[in-house]
Structures are given as C-alpha cells and as structure tokens.
C-alpha cells in the first residue's frame, strides 16, 4: 500500500494555524512551566507542597470525587436520551433534539444562576414544598457538592449524547434481529447486545465529560459558594487573590499531566474512531 503524503501546498496552507497554535497554547504552556519550577525559589519545593499540603490533597479528592458522579450521572442521561434520540418516534426524536440543542443556546453563567434560583433556600423548589407542608425547613441544596454536582451534570449531558448517538446509529440492526430471532426478550437484547455494542461510544462520552468535568470553575464557584472549591478555582484562588503563582501553575501542570495520563492509557486500548461509533 502506497503512502500517502502531505501536499506541499496543504501545508503551506496549514503552517499560519500551526504557528498561531504554538503562540496561543505552546508559548504561555511553557510560561507556566517556568512558574511552576521558579517561583518563589528555584526548584522542585511548589510540587513537593502539592504533595504534602492537606489543603491541596482535599481539594484533588473533591475533585476526583465530583467529576465521577458528575460523568455517572451524565452518561446515564445522555444514554437515555441518545436512545431516544435515534430509536424513538419522530416527535420523540424532535423532542430529544430540542433536548440537546437548547442548552447549548443557554450561557454557562445563566445556567448556573438559573440553578441557583430554583435550589437555594428562597427558591423555586424549597418554596414550593414548604408551600404544601412537605417541608419545614428549607432542604440545601446550594452552596455544597449537591449543587455543583447537579449544574456540572445539567451542562455536560449534551456533550455525552454525541458520541453515545453515534455507536447506537452505527449499531447492525441484523445483530439484534438475529437475538430476537434466538428467542431472546427485548431487556436481554438491550442488556446483552445493545449495550454492551454501544460501550464504545460510553466510554468516549464518559472520557470527554470527565475532562471538561475537571476544568470547570463558574458552575463549582456559584452553586458551591466557596465550599466545595475546586482544582480550577483552586487555581484561580492561588494566583489572583493569594497570591502563589508557583503554587498555583504547578497545580494547572499537574491537572494538564493527568489529563493527559487519563487519554493516552484510553487511546492505547480504544481507537479514537471507536468511540465515535
């Protein structure tokens, strides 16, 4: 098989976007390195106090700990509504795209605040069920993991259902014919074939919320109101209010180097073109 190579003129063409990405991301990526290994002192101390300092520990934990159920939770609804979205109704399948596509119309500020509206303690849903006598007290809602979790979840579905739509519309039909044909009722089809045929696409949709999941700041810093910080707002926190911008550029590398880590071992036993069906 004969291979194939870049046109001279496709990479004349390529090389302005090539050196305006070294510029934009190379070039202040390796400023922060610099940060990371010089301020205050010359050195490896800012890792070091990555590694020993509670604070820093705590908030990686937090982090982790949010981003998981953040993708558990998104993967579940995205699958719900990818599911519908390519096997059900045409006004189902309408339904499922203004789903999908409204959000992405909506600001992640207003969203946020939107949140905050119907789950603080004067808001639409606590005033409701102290209204009907369900409540006697107001249930926090904000201002704690809870909230975080639920903004981040409501703004990441969207991305999930993209990746997971598109395994289930590559999916061979004839697969699951020839199940039922077996004798094989519709839940062992779905649990037994369906699913697992579509795992492809939830592992790519679980991989790019957990990604974005973990540099999220405006959603975490107004539904978690300072109490469930963040590595980004960590981040934020350490080099425009402390400030300790070795400390705060070694956290960014360190997140970049996991993020990174979390990719290559996916990419090494799933193919990029899987995960999208």
Known sequence: MRARFLHPGAALFLAPLLVFLGLAYAVPFLGVVKWSFTLPDPGLGQYRALLTDPLVQ???VRTFRICGLVTLASVAGAYAIAYVWVRGTPGQRLAAEYCILVPFWIS???RAFGWVALLSNQGLINTWLRATGMLSEPLPMVRNEFGVIV???HFLIP???FPIASAMRALDERVLLAARGLGAGRTRI???VFVPMTMPGVIGAA???FVFALGFFITPAILGGGRSVMVAELVYLRIFQSPDWGLGA???ITLVVI???LSAALFRYLRPSQMAG
């Open 108 to 110: 992640v500020l207003t």
């Open 259 to 261: 993020v990174g880590a």
């Open 151 to 153: 903004g981040m979840t």
């Open 159 to 161: 991305f999930a259902v």
């Open 250 to 252: 070694a956290i960014s």
């Open 190 to 192: 779905f649990w037994s």
């Open 58 to 60: 705590s908030v990686f």
């Open 207 to 209: 991989l790019i919320v």
